[in-house]
């Protein structure tokens, strides 16, 4: 029996695959809670190294394959949270969240209202934390479905497809590079969480000045 870790890419992508991939973006673009375990960026860019092969080695996973799981995960993810927001409203999120989540789906509203449905669906994906709860918070309160449908399913294409060929670009262009995939992944976690400490910095700022 082999024992898979979730919340650990290199585990998840050794024992699954890219099935494994389409499962762990599903739950972290729909999944309310518990997508706030699951890797995402760290999983995406360390499967599209895994794609690549080097001078003597064939490739452990399938570009292609990896590139469709990582599109039908990130859609169907963000079409069920939303259906989970848009069923279960406010009161859902506000239930059955803890501070964490509060402050993200908190953080999703700000967004949708400044950017607007179609910008903040698309920028909202390439945040961390953000995305889990951006879709369900689109349902609650009361984003457009076709306005939703279409939008979450060009961030969810564009982010998952634009890390995968990342990953691809790296491995194939940097010799024995699937041997660091935890030095890589712990790259991307520092990476993908720049936007969310720019984010914080200009809060501070702001307060700063109103005060």
């Known amino acids: 029996m082999i024992a898979v870790d979730p919340t650990d890419s290199a585990s998840v992508l050794a024992a699954f695959g890219a099935l494994g991939v389409l499962a762990a973006i599903f739950a972290e673009s729909g999944l309310l809670v518990v997508g706030f375990f699951l890797p995402g960026d760290t999983l995406l860019v360390p499967a599209g190294v895994l794609c690549a092969g080097g001078a003597h080695d064939a490739p452990r996973l399938q570009l292609w394959q990896v590139m469709l799981c990582a599109a039908v995960g990130a859609v169907a993810g963000g079409q069920v949270g939303y259906l989970i927001g848009r069923h279960g409203g406010r009161a859902l999120l506000n ?46 309160l009361g984003v457009p479905a076709r306005t939703f449908a279409l939008w979450q399913s060009v961030g969810g294409v564009l982010w998952s497809q634009t890390l995968v060929l990342a990953g691809y670009a790296l491995g194939a262009s940097v010799p024995h590079i699937d041997a660091y995939l935890l030095p890589l992944i712990a790259l991307v976690v520092v990476l993908s969480l720049l936007p969310v400490l720019v984010q914080a910095l200009r809060g501070r700022r702001a307060r700063r000045r109103e005060r």
């Open 95 to 140: 239930r059955r969240a803890g501070p964490r989540v509060k402050r993200a789906v908190a953080r999703a509203e700000r967004l949708l209202a400044r950017y607007g449905y179609g910008k903040a669906l698309v920028l909202g994906r390439f945040v961390p934390l953000l995305r889990t709860v951006l879709h369900p918070a689109a349902g609650a």
